[in-house]
């Protein structure tokens, strides 16, 4: 049972469909309001569904494709969180009710060069409500341009369960959202989703290790973000172990042959920072009481806006203790390479949250240049970002 529904407010851009090839076709089946099974196919049904925004992308471009002969919806994001909505109460007549399922097995793929690096979940009910839960499946360096089985168990991620706008109704989810996380900002990444099932039975199945490893604690006192071990980086991208205002990768900015990250200021952006996560980086906080500066290479291009020195935080696991600078560094040139070094020692940190000490517990720094109003075009890329 399909019903039409308006588009529930979403940003839809369709992609130009491939030529239909012979082959299964398209399912979509529910028994029940905790299971269903969706199996997507190149066909009239799918594109019947596109057509009427039954299924939609915000922020992002959906289509279909056919790929050895599996038919699959293609996902093209345009910003670093780009939703794929799957009206599911249109789909089948009724909402579904996500605090009772159990296993969502996907079938997906990410083709090499993509700079998708987790895919989480996002729940929309009829009021509009929507919230989610973090990454179900981060495990694709070394795994792309073939088909990945991950079964996701839904009861143990429902703890970690967030809102992301008003008071999610997750017992009636009117749309599940597909929501990657994109590395690479400055240009598009795409992933491939061929079926999804939903189920309170376990689903049968030989299943790809849907999340990567976190690092062994290793000593983090100095320690060096190079960015440059292939391997290293995509596996910190995959648990998001830094993070940067429209954030991309680039081999070669001005001249630098090593890779380098971006951090952007845009008019709908309130602030340009840069986010690294020890305890992601080296699978343990840092004793900061050790460390004697902070330094990192960094090339602003020449025409970005003025903006009035930076801020830096540091911070204990999940910013419930808070030391602030405003006055961090502020002897910025623009057009070419620099290095900028701080000593800890020289700057007037204020502990502007919580009563514990925050040096010998480090989880989190965080880099921020202060933008004058709404004078925000600025680009910087950052090498070599270290504590020593």
Known sequence: MRHTLPLLGLVVLLTSCSTPEAGPSSTYASGDRTSFTIDFANDDATRALLAEGSIAGSDASVGLETIDGEGALRVATITEFSDAFIDLEALFGY??????????????????????????????????????????????????????????????????F????????????????????????????????????????????????????????EPNIPYTMTFDDPEVLHQQMAIRAFETT??????????????????QGQPDKQYIAF??????????????????????????????????????????????????????????????????????????????????PVLPNVYELRLDLNYRGDDKAIEMWVDNFRWE
């Open 95 to 160: 909402p579904i009710d996500f605090s009772e399922a159990r296993y969502l097995a996907v079938r997906m793929m990410v083709p090499e060069g993509s700079w998708i690096k987790a895919l989480k979940l996002n729940f929309r009910d009829a009021q509009g409500n929507m919230g989610g839960i973090p990454e179900v499946s981060n495990n694709f360096y070394g795994h792309t341009d073939q088909w990945l089985d991950v079964l996701v168990d839904l009861q143990t991620m429902m703890p970690d």
């Open 162 to 217: 967030e809102n992301w706008s008003g008071e999610t109704d997750v017992p009636n989810v009117k749309a599940l959202s597909l929501n990657p996380y994109n590395g690479h900002q400055a240009d598009s990444s795409v992933y491939y989703v061929s079926r999804l099932q939903l189920s309170n039975t376990p689903i049968p199945g030989t299943y790809h290790d849907a999340l990567a490893e976190r690092p062994i604690a």
């Open 246 to 263: 429209y954030q991309a990768m680039e081999t070669g900015i001005a001249g630098n042959e090593t890779m380098a990250v971006r951090v």
């Open 275 to 356: 986010l690294p996560m020890i305890d992601k980086l080296t699978g343990a906080p840092a004793d900061f009481r050790n460390v004697e500066r902070i330094a990192f290479d960094y090339y602003i291009t020449e025409d970005s806006s003025p903006f009035d020195g930076s801020s830096f935080f540091i911070v204990t696991e999940k910013w419930q203790n808070i030391l602030l600078t405003r006055d961090f560094y502020d002897d910025f040139e623009y057009g070419s390479w620099q290095t900028a070094s701080v000593a800890l020692a020289d700057l007037d940190l204020e502990q502007v949250s919580g009563t514990e």
